[in-house]
């Protein structure tokens, strides 16, 4: 059983992620103005399935080839950014996916899509498998038991935490969204905004030394 010091610290720490505004973060704001808070949700529920890839990795040891093998991490990193890349050029070309970047068409948007995107997002960040290589070591003790179970508690705490403090940040900017769909000027920018924020985020992955 872990301390409650030690349980109350991770918490802290978790908090602290979740208002540390990361990619995660600004794709669910983004997607939540563009669209609206219901495909804000269904976005948080994709991060969300990309943080239990990560923590389920951790948790094996996987994600430790990222220490180990430097070019791997360079790798997800570099495929993260070109697939951010590929959806903010696809969200302004004439031809895209325009109706995804609209908040009056959501109706139409494939709830499969903004989740597979949620994921991707998610899991194609190599720094979140860091945080959890780098966290979970510092809560697991041994000689408390399976370190697999203990990590899994942790990622279960870290995980709760985060889609209470995501879905706080999505129900206002769905706030926001309301706000904003009776401004025409804010309607002809919607699809420019998201894709501005798609390529801002490419190149954090893209130019973010790994530390």
Do not use: E
């Not at 498998?129 to 809560?139: E, I, R, S």
């Not at 879905?167 to 309301?178: D, S």
Request: proline residues 5%.
């Amino acid at each position: 059983m872990m301390p409650w010091s030690d349980f109350w610290l991770f918490v802290v720490a978790c908090v602290l992620l979740v208002l540390t505004p990361g990619p995660n973060l600004l794709y669910l704001i983004s997607r939540t103005l563009c669209q609206g808070r219901a495909a804000g949700v269904v976005s948080l529920a994709g991060t969300t399935t990309g943080f239990l890839v990560h923590i389920v990795a951790a948790a094996l040891g996987l994600s430790v080839v990222f220490v180990t093998i430097p070019v791997l991490f360079d790798v997800v990193r570099w495929a993260g950014a070109a697939y951010l890349l590929y959806l903010a050029w696809d969200a302004v070309r004439p031809q895209g996916s325009g109706g995804l970047f609209a908040r009056r068409d959501l109706p139409g948007v494939p709830r499969w899509t903004l989740y597979r995107t949620g994921i991707l997002t998610s899991i194609l960040n190599p720094k979140v498998a860091l945080f959890y290589l780098a966290l979970f070591p510092q809560f697991v003790d041994p000689a408390r038991g399976s370190v697999l179970l203990q990590s899994l508690f942790l990622g279960a705490v870290q995980i709760a935490i985060a889609v209470v403090g995501d879905l706080m940040f999505v129900l206002a900017a769905a706030q926001a969204a309301r706000w904003l769909a009776d401004r025409p000027l804010w309607t002809a920018a919607q699809r420019w905004v998201q894709a501005g924020v798609f390529a801002a985020i490419a190149a954090k992955l893209a130019l973010d030394a790994r530390r």
